[in-house]
């Protein structure tokens, strides 16, 4: 009888432990549940319902329901790229989703009407670009508006009394309401690159991080590569040439603004200065990057130095690949190639030669670099060859990163911080 009863006991206890058990655990699930969509934003095409929606203080990520809106972003593919960082910071300072922008498909200036739009996405990755910059900036689809209020438009200043703290000011004011109560803020006016600043270059090279190319393009840049190392991993150098039509007219008209006469860079000079680099074991292919339909020269690959081997774009092979393509995904694929060689050689001057070191020393700083590399043999040297160094050869050239902003790197400067 006492068996049973011990029995009888032992089953009911079980029980009821089991109970407990099933209950805390049900009870932490929900808990666990709850805290993970309350601290982040759910994926692209699910929504808060507006009464459940966590508040705008509990939220540490970039609120999802609330957008901003910038104009088409034009010019060159490195303009652009800064437009586009510039235009995510806004919105960021906002705590604002950025919808995700029109990029420029062909190279325009003044002719905006005869820009062809072409999207964001057609040419950088977007979720890869929410994924890396999670928490510090986001883009957003226009179907993920409710249009729940109609757009708030605001006109950014302009001219010389339109300065950067009444900039800043304007801004400011859209973070608290009227303003702030509207679903999407529409930036109307000047192209994002002309934009004032008011972020420092450790920002912008985090936006520029999350850029990833879209795999088809990043493929084709990949089989650039393999073309210029001949199939091998052999070192290479990329110089970034600028002596196309449109570039000799701007860069004349700044050096007589200025008074000075390191900024235009002749092909004899490029290539004197390039042949006296000593970092690397000659021979060595030297792949230029250069406007090919701007170019008015045909003789770019002759007078290089003993054991440097030049290639463009035809006579590596690649330019039916690369026609193929609109300016703007040209650029990028450019961009990629000089970014990735063991030696990049561009102009001060230039935003894509900028672009081009600010990333190839973000990268170096991901490695665990520390300091200045100025002086020392590092992966992913470069070089300004507008700008004398040592021993006849172009100078040595780092970014900033501790700059407070990015006007250097936007306009041009001969302080390369080497």
């Known amino acids: 009888m006492n068996f049973s009863y011990n029995k009888l006991f032992l089953k009911v206890t079980n029980c009821y432990m089991s109970s407990i058990v099933f209950k805390c655990s049900l009870l932490i699930f929900v808990v666990l549940a709850f805290r993970t969509l309350w601290l982040n934003p759910l994926p692209n095409g699910f929504y808060w319902p507006p009464s459940y929606r966590p508040s705008r203080s509990l939220t540490p990520t970039i609120r999802i329901d609330k957008f901003l809106e910038v104009p088409q972003i034009i010019w060159g593919l490195n303009n652009q790229k800064i437009a586009f960082a510039r235009a995510c910071l806004t919105a960021r300072l906002l705590n604002r989703t950025l919808l995700m922008?029109?990029?420029t498909a062909n190279l325009v200036y003044k002719e905006v009407n005869l820009s062809e739009p072409?999207?964001?996405?057609?040419?950088f990755q977007f979720e890869k670009f929410n994924s890396v910059c999670r928490g510090f900036a986001r883009l957003g689809r226009y179907s993920e508006l409710l249009n729940q209020t109609r757009t708030f438009e605001l006109l950014k200043g302009?001219?010389?009394?339109?300065?950067?703290?009444?900039?800043?000011?304007?801004?400011?004011?859209?973070?608290?309401?009227?303003?702030?109560?509207?679903?999407?803020?529409?930036?109307?006016?000047?192209?994002?690159?002309?934009?004032?600043?008011?972020?420092?270059?450790?920002?912008?090279a985090k936006i520029?991080?999350?850029?990833?190319?879209?795999?088809?393009?990043?493929e084709e840049a990949t089989k650039v590569i393999s073309k210029i190392r001949g199939g091998k991993q052999a070192p290479y150098i990329a110089v970034h040439m600028r002596i196309e039509k449109d570039w000799m007219i701007h860069c004349k008209k700044v050096e007589q603004r200025y008074n000075m006469s390191q900024i235009c860079s002749s092909k004899e000079e490029i290539m004197e200065r390039v042949a006296h680099i000593g970092s690397v074991?000659?021979?060595?292919p030297v792949y230029l990057a250069i406007a090919d339909s701007l170019l008015e020269d045909n003789t770019i690959l002759r007078g290089w130095g003993e054991g440097l081997v030049p290639y463009e774009k035809k006579r590596l092979g690649v330019w039916d690949l690369y026609k193929k393509y609109s300016y703007i995904i040209q650029a990028a694929m450019d961009f990629e190639v000089c970014s990735r060689a063991d030696v990049f050689v561009g102009n001060s001057y230039s935003t894509f030669s900028s672009l081009v070191v600010l990333q190839r020393t973000q990268r170096w700083i991901n490695m665990g670099g520390v300091g200045s590399h100025c002086d020392v043999d590092t992966p992913f040297v470069s070089y300004a060859y507008n700008i004398l160094g040592e021993s006849a050869a172009p100078r040595r050239w780092m970014t900033d990163m501790s700059a407070m902003n990015l006007s250097s790197i936007s306009y041009g400067t001969d302080n390369i911080s080497c």
């Open 208 to 218: 520029f991080q999350c850029l990833a190319l879209v795999e088809e393009i990043e």
């Open 101 to 103: 922008p029109m990029l």
């Open 281 to 284: 074991q000659k021979p060595v």
């Open 158 to 204: 302009s001219g010389r009394k339109w300065t950067k703290e009444r900039d800043l000011n304007q801004l400011k004011q859209c973070q608290e309401d009227p303003a702030d109560k509207f679903e999407v803020i529409r930036i109307v006016g000047k192209n994002p690159f002309l934009w004032h600043d008011h972020w420092p270059v450790s920002d912008y």
């Open 118 to 123: 072409i999207p964001f996405d057609e040419v």
